[in-house]
């Protein structure tokens, strides 16, 4: 087979298989795919170090000097354990002594205290450096208490003094993420015999780039990541690949929006003076916000010119980003084409209908000669469904409001012009291109470019500068960061078990409010009991209902309910019929009901920062002063510190962009991984969030000039930069999940082909 060790002077290519490399046979090629992804020798140099083992001070004993701090490397010998009496205390101490060999044969002693469980840790023949300060006692040499690092086991296959020696002139000791058939220092040794083997590996940067921004070369970068003779070597290597990863990913976006907007036409949206979107500001309640009217300015520009608008609109929870949505479909309608408002949830597909049709009362809705608005769901009746289908395809729709229902096949616009989309991310460029047969009405001539309605994406999810960067690298951004004036503050509240009291006053003060007319949110996690130890809304609603207020209304919505037991629930809700709505997370996004001012959370542990966030501007919303109470702890979960941090977090502020930076901070992650479509990763495997905005905004105005120039990247100085963006990303989406696996936001970003 060609299992066949070949001479190890072969030279090897990165897109050779690892069973290239001596002593990676059948077993170990499945145990490298299996455990890493790794199948060829690119594969096995990504498989970049998780950290390093400081070896900086790596020494023999005969250079050691007493008081100072070494790391000495060697291989476990034996342990002595014994316990000392210790006055005044009824646990003796236990020392754990182990004698350690090092490699020239010097033996010295790490002293452990109470850390008995080091002796198996730590068993014979294990190979490890220990760092600590140096003493001597009598004629011995000891460590005590020193940090330790396990590197491997003789009977493994580890060669302690060639592993120690190696670490004299490497001083750095790359750690790898390993498993028990493949711990790190095997890992090391089969990433040095290919790195051996590789003939230098030639640039596909310019060398003008990489001069202008001081970055190393790819083939030192490679090697400096791995087997890094000092600290400044390796965070050059670092900085090296994060930017390939990085630019790679932005000329790949900017790219791709550039492929599409060459192939479609926008459509002129240009405000008309003293159109329909101008006099529903004009009649509006209120003067629009200074953020709002930045927006109006930015929004105007993309809509007058024919690109196609796709631009990101965020703002908090409350920043008034309806007013600008319901601004930008008016446009299109004042040039004489229909406009539709795309929500996630029927819920709130029928709320916005609502809140449209008040907004839009003045300029006369669904009268002669006024706007025609329809709402088109998935609890459309039929007949509904085909008159609306039927008016939409002959123009007579103004504006329609729906799910996503409406990006369905059988969904026609004689016109469409504009399209928003609320409380949404992931309508990246393949959702766009799904709209190119919305647009237009037919045309005649084949050959006319596709037209595209102009695209604005809302969000109230705040996003750090450095996500929106990455993940939105198609989108151009506005953010609404002022909130209208009078907004009423929040108070929230942390309460643990060890407040019982503190519930029984909360639903006191419930009723005190509702008896202003004020009504009380109560969110659980779960829809039914069971599924975890926490509180569901079918049980908490009884219970609110039968027992704490059966004095009161208290209404139950969740998603498994029907769309017209859904409705009924929010109606009297919002009505004051009802006076406390117990509900899932289904009230988490855009639910407007300004005399709702209190929000209750249950087993709030289980909800993110953002969640929280979310559901906590669900109050505040004119009704008067408001409160948000989290309940932490009481189903007997843990709260582990982290937990706390993030719950304290939330109840300190309600700046939703500070919630969202301490929230990558607590999640320690802001990891950007690449998932391709079958769900293996790709190629972003070191850029951080955090640490690597900088070259975050670097890459994307890099890429977005190089695109600008040449969208193609067909010039042949350009060749290599395509290359490697195809080799990457092809078909490949990107999204950022926690380091645990779980989503922290998805967003496809980069839905090529
Ligand atoms: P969100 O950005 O969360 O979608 P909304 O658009 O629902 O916020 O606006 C929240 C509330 O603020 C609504 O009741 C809306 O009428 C009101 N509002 C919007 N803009 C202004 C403004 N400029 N001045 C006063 N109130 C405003
Ligand atoms: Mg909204």
């Known amino acids: 087979m060609s299992d066949t060790p070949t001479t190890p002077a072969t030279p090897i290519g990165l897109d050779d298989r690892v069973g290239v490399l001596a002593g990676v046979g059948a077993k170990a090629r499945a145990d490298l795919a299996d455990a890493f992804g790794i199948e060829t020798v690119r594969d096995l140099l990504e498989h970049y170090p998780r950290r390093y083992q400081d070896a900086g001070e790596v020494l023999d004993l005969s250079e050691v000097r007493t008081g100072e701090p070494a790391t000495l490397i060697g291989e476990v010998l034996d342990w002595n354990t014994r316990r000392v009496p210790k006055r005044g205390q009824r646990r003796p101490l236990e020392i754990a002594e182990g004698r350690v060999r090092q490699a020239s044969g010097r033996v010295f002693t790490a002293t452990f205290f109470n850390q008995n469980w080091r002796a198996g840790q730590l068993a014979p023949g294990t190979v490890a450096a220990f760092s600590g300060k140096v003493k001597r006692f009598r004629n011995d040499l000891q460590l005590a208490s020193p940090d330790v690092e396990v590197i491997g086991k003789v009977a ?118 003293n159109g329909r979107a101008q006099q529903f500001l004009d009649a509006l309640p209120f003067p629009p916000t200074g953020a709002q009217q930045r927006a109006f300015t930015e929004l105007a520009q993309d809509l007058g010119v024919r690109r196609p608008m796709h631009r990101l609109l965020q703002g908090d929870v409350g920043s008034g980003k309806t007013i600008v949505a319901v601004w930008t479909l008016l446009n299109a309608v004042d040039n004489g084409r229909q406009a539709a408002l795309m929500v996630p949830t029927e819920v709130l597909a029928e709320q916005h209908f609502r809140t449209l049709t008040t907004l839009l009362a003045p300029l006369g809705v669904n009268v002669l000669d006024g706007l025609r608005v329809e709402l088109l769901t998935s609890s459309t009746t039929t007949k509904a469904r085909r008159r609306i289908l039927g008016e939409l395809l002959s123009g007579d729709v103004d504006l329609i409001v729906g799910t996503h229902a409406l990006l369905e096949e059988g969904v026609r616009f004689a016109d469409l012009g504009a399209v928003v989309i609320d409380e949404q991310h992931r309508f990246g460029v393949a959702q766009r291109v799904r709209l190119k047969e919305k647009a237009g009405g037919p045309t005649l001539d084949p050959d006319a470019p596709d037209v595209l309605p102009d695209v604005l994406v809302m969000t109230a999810t705040p996003i750090p500068r450095s996500l929106a960067l990455t993940l939105y690298g198609d989108l151009d951004v506005t953010v609404l960061d002022e909130l209208p004036p009078g907004r009423e503050p929040i108070t929230t509240q942390l309460i643990t078990p060890t407040q019982a009291a503190r519930r029984d006053r909360l639903y006191a003060f419930v009723r005190e409010q509702a008896a202003e007319g004020r009504r009380a949110y109560v969110v659980c996690p779960l829809v039914e009991p069971g599924e975890l130890p926490a509180r569901d809304v079918t049980t908490e609603h009884r219970r609110l209902a039968e027992e704490v207020f059966p004095d009161l209304t208290v209404e139950l919505i969740h998603g498994r309910l029907r769309p017209d037991a859904k409705d009924a629930a929010m109606t009297r809700f919002r009505s004051g019929q009802a006076q406390v709505l117990v509900a899932t997370t289904v009230i988490e996004v855009g639910v407007d009901v300004p005399e709702a001012t209190i929000m209750v959370i249950e087993d709030a542990e289980r909800f993110g920062i953002s969640q929280l966030h979310q559901l906590r501007g669900r109050v505040g919303r004119g009704g008067g002063a408001s409160y948000c109470v989290l309940f932490a702890g009481w189903s007997g979960a843990e709260l582990p510190e982290v937990t706390m941090q993030r719950l304290e977090a939330v109840a300190a502020t309600t700046d939703g962009f500070l919630l969202a930076e301490t929230d990558l901070d607590l999640r320690g992650a802001g990891v950007l991984f690449g998932r391709t479509q079958s769900g293996k990763k790709s190629d972003i495997k070191l850029a951080h969030l955090r640490r690597d905005r900088p070259l975050i905004e670097e890459t994307r105005t890099r890429a977005r000039a190089v695109v600008a120039e040449d969208p193609d990247l067909a010039a042949p100085e350009h060749r290599s930069l395509r290359d490697e963006v195809a080799r990457r990303f092809e078909g490949r989406g990107v999204e950022v999940v926690e380091e645990d696996g779980d989503e922290l936001a998805a967003f496809a970003a980069l839905e090529t082909g």
Do not use: C
């Not at 750095?172 to 790190?184: I, K, M």
């Not at 083997?197 to 060398?207: F, I, N, Q, S, T």
């Not at 070369?217 to 400044?232: L, M």
């Open 156 to 273: 493994a296959g580890l060669d302690a003094d060639a592993a120690a020696e190696r670490l004299r002139h490497q001083r750095l000791l790359a750690v790898y993420p390993a498993t028990e058939a493949w711990p790190s220092f095997k890992l090391a040794r089969l990433v040095e015999a290919a790195l051996e083997r590789l003939p230098a590996v030639p640039d596909w940067l310019p060398e003008r780039l990489l001069d202008e921004l001081d970055l190393v070369a790819y083939d030192d970068a490679i090697r400096g990541i791995h087997v890094p003779p000092d600290h400044a070597t390796r965070t050059a290597a670092r900085r090296r690949l994060v930017f390939d990863e990085l630019f790679a990913l932005q000329l790949g976006v900017q790219r791709r929006r550039a492929q599409l907007e060459a192939e479609v036409v926008g459509v002129d949206n240009t405000p008309v003076p």
